[in-house]
């Protein structure tokens, strides 16, 4: 009984040896992707069982890897295309960001530029006249402060005749 069960045991992993073999030789003239579970999934078995068989797996790892024939497409997975439409997603969003920057600087620049034309803009060189302006205002306070100290000193002055005439004038 036991020498029936190990050959009815062999004779099933034969059977499922062969479909894997069929199936592996089915994808690849289909140009499929080839993986593992899909595999295991088209041939009807588990997939330890191709990771038990290192021989079917070793060939089914070098048929993957192994690129289309010449002239043949190769198949393009549905995770290959939901990741190309992510990234181009992703990058539509990016060009968009960047064209509404460059239109808002061109935006300001035109603005801009129709300011001044119209004469209604401050002059280009604002700073220049900002600083020609604080030169001024300091020569101004300079100024103003000379004209205290000689005003003080004409006053003095005044004070100081007004006493000599007077002495003067009581002399005589």
């Given at each position: 009984?036991?020498a029936?069960?190990?050959?009815?045991?062999?004779?099933?992993?034969?059977?499922?040896?062969?479909?894997?073999?069929?199936?592996?030789?089915?994808?690849?003239?289909?140009?499929?992707?080839?993986?593992?579970?899909?595999?295991?999934?088209?041939?009807?078995?588990?997939?330890?069982?191709?990771?038990?068989?290192?021989?079917?797996?070793?060939?089914?790892?070098?048929?993957?890897s192994?690129?289309?024939?010449?002239?043949?497409?190769?198949?393009?997975?549905?995770?290959?295309?939901?990741?190309?439409?992510?990234?181009?997603?992703?990058?539509?969003?990016?060009?968009?960001?960047?064209?509404?920057?460059?239109?808002?600087?061109?935006?300001?620049?035109?603005?801009?530029?129709?300011?001044?034309?119209?004469?209604?803009?401050?002059?280009?060189?604002?700073?220049?006249?900002?600083?020609?302006?604080?030169?001024?205002?300091?020569?101004?306070?300079?100024?103003?402060g000379?004209?205290?100290?000689?005003?003080?000193?004409?006053?003095?002055?005044?004070?100081?005749?007004?006493?000599?005439?007077?002495?003067?004038?009581?002399?005589?």
């Amino acid at each position: 009984m036991t020498a029936s069960m190990i050959d009815g045991r062999r004779a099933d992993s034969a059977r499922r040896r062969e479909r894997v073999l069929k199936t592996l030789d089915a994808m690849l003239r289909g140009g499929g992707d080839i993986t593992v579970s899909g595999l295991a999934r088209a041939a009807r078995v588990d997939r330890t069982f191709l990771y038990r068989h290192r021989d079917l797996l070793e060939r089914v790892h070098a048929a993957a890897s192994t690129p289309p024939e010449e002239g043949r497409i190769a198949a393009v997975s549905r995770a290959s295309l939901q990741a190309d439409l992510t990234n181009a997603l992703e990058r539509n969003k990016r060009l968009a960001a960047r064209v509404r920057q460059l239109e808002k600087r061109l935006s300001q620049s035109l603005g801009e530029a129709a300011w001044h034309e119209s004469g209604l803009g401050a002059p280009a060189d604002i700073d220049q006249l900002q600083r020609r302006i604080t030169m001024l205002e300091q020569e101004l306070t300079q100024s103003q402060g000379q004209l205290e100290e000689r005003t003080e000193e004409l006053d003095a002055a005044r004070a100081a005749n007004r006493e000599l005439t007077r002495a003067l004038n009581q002399r005589g």
